[in-house]
């Protein structure tokens, strides 16, 4: 079945690092991707999404392309911040929504 | 703008009694859900709904019912809680019947503690 695999956490970063957070999928058709931010105390909300292959979503400076030929959807960010501390959620929507088990990022000054 | 609204925020429970997750959302949209949250297993659809009176099951439903009577509303009954069932809970809807393609609006959350 459908599936979301991403990058295990935590992830402790300096301010102004480049970041990275992998994710992989499995899915049959073609889903879209999708990549949710949660702060603490919070429910998640919406970071950037792509809907077909090569597609790349990008918001707030973090970007992510949509690669089905590694069936990835990668995150970055060329130089984070601390206000970025949060937990990084991939998902996968197809027949349903899929999501990963969640990558905690923290960035200290 | 209220969006998706959940209470309670926080409840505890012991095992065997009966509770219900409230959920409310004003934006007019189709498709609801629930998730819980645990640790080092993400997000997992409990159950959802993709319009008033048609509800399904997600990933885990077991120990949970669910009823649609309105656009609106979208509770979540526990009908006897057991300490398996602590979690954090979260609703959330989408403008679309098939959320795949549209965004998934939260809930702030309900966490739960059953003893």
């Known amino acids: 079945g459908d599936s979301v695999t991403q990058m295990e956490g935590p992830v402790t970063l300096s301010e102004e690092a480049f970041l990275t957070i992998n994710c992989t999928y499995t899915a049959t058709g073609y889903p879209s991707l999708f990549w949710y931010v949660q702060y603490p105390g919070e429910g998640l909300q919406l970071l950037l999404k792509?809907?077909?292959?090569?597609d790349k979503g990008s918001n707030k400076g973090f970007e992510a392309t949509y690669r089905k030929e590694t069936t990835s959807f990668h995150l970055e960010k060329g130089s984070v911040q601390v206000s970025d501390s949060a937990v990084y959620f991939c998902?996968?929507?197809?027949?349903?929504?899929?999501f990963g088990t969640g990558t905690s990022l923290t960035v200290i000054p | 703008n209220a969006g998706v609204t959940q209470t309670p925020k926080f409840q505890v429970l012991k095992t065997g009694q009966s509770m219900t997750l409230q959920c409310a959302q004003d934006?007019?949209?189709?498709?609801m859900s629930w998730y819980r949250q645990d640790p080092g297993m993400g997000l997992r659809l409990i159950h959802y709904s993709v319009g008033a009176g048609i509800t399904d099951q997600g990933e885990v439903p077991n120990g949970y019912n669910v009823s649609r009577s309105t656009t609106e509303d979208f509770p979540l009954r526990l009908l006897s809680a057991a300490p398996s069932q602590t979690s954090v809970y979260f609703c959330a809807s989408s403008q679309t019947r098939k959320p795949n393609t549209g965004e998934l609006f939260f809930g702030e959350g309900s966490r739960l503690t059953v003893l």
């Open positions: 998902a996968l929507g197809g027949n349903q929504f899929y």
């Open positions: 934006m007019n949209h189709e498709y």
């Open positions: 792509a809907t077909k292959a090569d």
